[in-house]
């Protein structure tokens, strides 16, 4: 995944730059950067790897160079960025989130138009951002680049482009993620997260709606493309990766899990002595199960904050594995001898949940019941890097559909795994259920998930759940 910040001021936008992109700290581990642009300095950029450090301890240094009154920055776990790019079109810094699926057909037909080169990274590997500046030079001019990536680019991609007139924000062309503008009185901001400039000064001014494309300058914020008809943004930033204090289309994201956790417990007909939720994104799930049910909520293990900050892991399994066992510190008294309801935000491999429940058993727990707060992921994601996984089969349900079905299964088949009145999905549940040792194992519907995000359904991309696009 990834989180994107843009700032233009008519004072220094270093610090507002600095501060706005730490707070996407969350959405990823692996790399940050920033650009920026001064009129007496033109651009100046930094980029540094932040797998072991936070975002501020490698960038506090950088700060007295990047002085300049507009800039952009990211958190990315893939990619370099921000790129600083010279074309026909003129010097500019351009960063992006998102996700190219035709990226060796886009190649292609950048070297047969004239494209010369490519920087290459590790792996063979093409980086996404100077691809889509490639797309964007095609055209006569930045606007018209910014229409034509959105409309050739298969997957998802949002965008922020820097030039010495402004920021072009450009929303993906079905609103997967969100861009959102806040406004104080010398500056404009774009941002991923809306709670990112509130304490910065900003207060609200607009969400672009999806394809939108807006040029950013410290006096105002002017439509160049007007928004699309079609909206699919993500259900997941609600369930899992959005910020507790963000809101996506007016939806508080903290709100929306606690409408979650109360269907849950509507459905439910267990009686468990407490109910909790894994660190950090559980909680609030849990915490509305809990105000529904009238069972007490508790927390029997503890995130040790400290030096586990983050909820991103390294890229490695087997180190995911073991950080995850090392955040969590059990509280003994409020584990032995209790039946527990444990909900999380999802299950996908299955292995990290499954060892928690262990971890609770051998900690002395009576029952360990769990409750994700979405339905089974049964599809990858084709639309945004909201996983590592290189296989369809790193899913714990879609092991268990191979190991019933066979290697080829018909879509049909795999539509009715994802009908929670089939006879399939029971039985699916059933067999997580076994293998992870869990007492009882009951997922949130799809139909009450999107009930508690209170926009129109047909807005939604529900894709990793039911595989409709």
Sequence with gaps: MGGIFGVASKNSCTL???????YHSHLGTRRGGMAVYGKDNGFTRSIHNIENSPFRTKFEGDLDELQGTMGIGCISDNEPQPLLI????GSFAITTVGKINNKAELIKDAYENGHIHFMEMSHGHINATELVAALISQKASITEGLLYAQDKIEGSMTILLLTPEGIYASRDKYGRTPVVIGKKEDAFCASFESFAYI?????????????????ITPEHVETLSAP???????????????????SYEGVNVEEMRYECGKLLAKRDNVKPDMVAGVPDSGIAHAIGYANQSGIPFARPFIKYTPTWP???????????????????IPVDALIRGKKLLLIDDSIVRGTQLGETTEFLYQSGAKEV???PACPPLLFGCPYLNFSRSSSDLDMITRRIIRDREGNEVPEEVLEDYADPDSQNYAEMVEEIRKRLNFTSLRYHRLDDLKDS?????????????????
Excluded at 16 to 22: A, E, M, N, P, T
Excluded at 310 to 328: C, G, T, V
């Design 310 to 328: 983050r909820s991103f892991m390294p890229q490695n399994q087997n180190q995911r594995n073991l950080i995850a066992r090392m955040k969590l």
């Design 453 to 469: 995000i209170h926009i129109s359904p047909c807005k939604l991309c529900t894709y990793c759940w039911n595989g409709k696009k």
């Design 228 to 246: 699309r008809e079609e909206m699919k943004i993500c259900s997941f930033l609600w369930v899992y990766y959005g910020y507790p204090t963000s």
């Design 369 to 371: 019941h769990i409750r």
């Design 86 to 89: 010279q074309s026909h079109l």
């Design 16 to 22: 507002d730059l600095f501060f706005g992109v730490d």
């Design 199 to 215: 304490n910065l000064g900003y207060t609200d001014y607009r969400e672009l709606g999806p394809g939108e494309i807006v040029l």
